[in-house]
T-cell receptor, first 112, second 112 residues
């Protein structure tokens, strides 16, 4: 599975959009991009995933560049409850999703 | 639907003791995994299973055993606990490949 690179920390003002980048320059054609978040020490929570097209759900939007070497998770109107560690991972379509490797993630702090 | 249930939530062991961390899911998921998370770090994969009777090693399998006799249960055994295994352990499951993982609330394990 491809490795990912994320900034260690980011701040965002409450009510503004939070844009979290992820670099996955060695991603292969079969690999999906997943985003999870972990609030305090709870179990990680799934946010969104995609292969090549941009995706949107009730929590966030995922923008994947055309060459698929990077992506951005967008929280359109960040709240204090969005303060968490955000993990970007890639997983091969032909392997078990549970084989995904989590890096250290980005700590997002939403400030009033 | 209880999701992924991990027991116990907390445990303190002495060096050399053995114990089993329990993980059960009621979503009929084929794929299950165990991760450990050390303070301030991301999740590292210990072992995973693609179905009953099938298991494989992740990044950090040494000192741990797993088995998968049923679809629902995926216990993690510490053979001879060491202080380096002090960590938070998360179990996760997913329906099939390319599906998001559902995580339990974790087991906080301290080894003295």
């Amino acid at each position: 599975d491809a490795k990912t690179t994320q900034p260690p920390s980011m701040d965002c003002a409450e009510g503004r959009a939070a844009n979290l980048p992820c670099n996955h320059s060695t991603i292969s054609g079969n690999e999906y991009v997943y985003w999870y978040r972990q609030i305090h020490s709870q179990g990680p929570q799934y946010i969104i995933h995609g292969l090549k097209n941009n995706e949107t759900n009730e929590m966030a939007s995922l923008i994947i560049t055309e060459d698929r070497k990077s992506s951005t998770l967008i929280l359109p109107h960040a709240t204090l409850r969005d303060t968490a560690v955000y993990y970007c991972i890639v997983s091969d379509a032909n392997t078990n999703a549970g084989k995904s490797t989590f890096g250290d993630g980005t700590t997002l702090t939403v400030k009033p | 639907n209880a999701g992924v249930t991990q027991t116990p939530k907390f445990q303190v062991l002495k060096t050399g003791q053995s114990m089993t961390l329990q993980c059960a899911q009621d979503m009929n998921h084929e794929y299950m995994s165990w991760y450990r998370q050390d303070p301030g770090m991301g999740l590292r994969l210990i072992h995973y299973s693609v179905g009953a009777g099938i298991t494989d090693q992740g990044e950090v399998p040494n000192g741990y055993n797993v088995s998968r006799s049923t679809t629902e249960d995926f216990p993690l055994r510490l053979l001879s606990a060491a202080p380096s295994q002090t960590s938070v352990y998360f179990c996760a499951s997913s329906y099939r490949r390319n599906q998001p993982q559902h995580f339990g609330d974790g087991t906080r394990l301290s080894i003295l």
